[in-house]
């Protein structure tokens, strides 16, 4: 009897310590799933930058769709973050008798929850107003498409992207026009007379204006003074030039200078909006039964970013209804159902596209350009 009833005592003291036991574990547990500022707001930058490059990519669909451009931003986004834990333990003993002082355990319920939450809310503001459009359907100047000639953005992307047309004017004064779509049926004569162009070295220069003071000096209004920028041939070797002289950088200050035995040019930019319309193009020609890449060949100057890579030339890669497995750069819906996307590996210059299409949005989202209230603005 007595062995029995201390065999008891030595089980429920067990049972009743490994209680406790979870008890002083749930009391002690806490976790580090706690609201971060860095996080969130990282979160909340990252979600926005992938929202702004698909809508880009939406823009395009829509250009090559032949349907309206339609442009929204966000002017601001407020977050929260919060953390609940709850802990408890339930024990249930059983009633005490003669042969027992401790009772039989009849229940133990020990539980632990955590909750972790963020929550955020944003503004959606349309830009189809008459403040932002009116810059968008500007012809591109010299100066806007200065900021873009640098080492990221080769400067035969650039032209191809902002070149509508290249008139040639021959010895004889016959003009004969090329324009830059894939789409047109003397393409390939634009993009030879283009190849020309860049190989005598078409660049945008700061000319040296004899008349200006010397440079970092500063203007009767106190500001920097401007260089004067002009379009022109950059090549340093004169016993091949194909062109009239003062379609040269070296002779551009003299505008009366000519050799009527060599042709000249005049080319004509695109706005902004109309960029988005020959990128539709792009992407009509490279998805249709005969497919047309836009390729550019590196000029001097180019780093190989892409070395080995199929597509490392080509200006702008989407894939029509891509398999569900492809890693995207970004993403979008046209209005007929198809997807379309942009392979994160083997793009070609797809990425420059987008970040230079961003900052021409970007330049154009001037004071009034965006609503203080998710509204539209007629005028």
Do not use: C, W
């Given at each position: 009897m007595n062995r029995s009833v201390s065999t008891r005592m030595r089980v429920n003291l067990l049972n009743i310590a490994a209680i406790l036991g979870v008890v002083a574990l749930l009391a002690g547990c806490s976790t580090n799933m706690s609201?971060?500022?860095?996080?969130?707001?990282?979160s909340y930058a990252q979600s926005l930058a992938h929202y702004q490059t698909d809508s880009i990519?939406?823009?395009?669909?829509?250009?090559?769709?032949?349907?309206?451009?339609?442009?929204?931003?966000?002017?601001?986004i407020n977050g929260s973050g919060n953390v609940s834990q709850?802990?408890?333990?339930?024990?249930?003993?059983?009633?005490?008798?003669?042969?027992?002082?401790?009772?039989?355990?009849?229940?133990?319920?020990?539980?632990?929850?955590?909750s972790f939450g963020t929550a955020f809310n944003f503004t959606q503001s349309s830009l189809d107003n008459a403040t932002f459009w009116t810059g968008f359907l500007t012809k591109a100047q010299l100066k806007g498409a200065a900021y873009f000639r640098n080492a990221q953005v080769p400067?035969?992307?650039?032209?191809?992207?902002?070149?509508?047309?290249?008139?040639?004017?021959?010895?004889?004064?016959?003009?004969?026009?090329?324009?830059?779509?894939?789409?047109?049926?003397?393409?390939?004569?634009?993009?030879?007379?283009?190849?020309?162009?860049l190989d005598e070295g078409l660049d945008i220069?700061?000319?040296?204006?004899?008349?200006?003071?010397p440079a970092g000096d500063k203007n009767t209004n106190g500001q920097p003074q401007q260089p004067t920028l002009r379009l022109c041939l950059a090549t340093k070797n004169k016993s091949r030039r194909a062109f009239s002289e003062n379609m040269y950088c070296d002779n551009a200050d003299t505008p009366s200078l000519t050799a009527n035995d060599k042709k000249s040019f005049t080319v004509r930019f695109r706005s902004p909006k109309h960029i988005f319309s020959y990128l539709g193009d792009v992407l009509n020609a490279q998805n249709r039964p005969d497919p047309i890449?836009?390729?550019?060949?590196?000029?001097?100057?180019?780093?190989?970013?892409?070395?080995?890579?199929?597509?490392?030339?080509?200006?702008?890669?989407?894939?029509?209804?891509?398999?569900?497995?492809?890693?995207?750069?970004?993403?979008?819906?046209?209005?007929?159902?198809?997807?379309y996307a942009i392979p994160r590996e083997n793009n070609g210059y797809s990425p420059v596209v987008i970040d230079v299409l961003s900052q021409l949005i970007v330049l154009n989202k001037i004071a009034g350009s965006i609503p203080q209230q998710p509204a539209v603005l007629v005028r």
């Open positions: 609201p971060s500022f860095s996080r969130m707001s990282s990519l939406a823009n395009i669909v829509r250009a090559a769709e032949e349907r309206p451009l339609s442009f929204l931003d966000i002017p601001s709850a802990h408890s333990a339930g024990i249930s003993l059983g009633g005490l008798s003669v042969n027992s002082s401790f009772g039989s355990l009849v229940a133990a319920s020990p539980s632990a929850s955590v400067k035969e992307v650039l032209f191809a992207l902002i070149i509508e047309s290249i008139d040639l004017e021959n010895a004889d004064g016959s003009v004969h026009s090329y324009f830059n779509s894939p789409l047109e049926p003397d393409y390939d004569q634009f993009m030879a007379v283009y190849y020309d162009l220069v700061a000319l040296k204006d004899n008349a200006a003071p890449k836009v390729t550019l060949q590196p000029t001097e100057g180019t780093r190989n970013r892409k070395r080995g890579e199929s597509d490392q030339y080509t200006l702008l890669v989407v894939r029509k209804n891509p398999d569900a497995m492809t890693e995207t750069y970004a993403m979008a819906e046209g209005a007929y159902g198809d997807g």
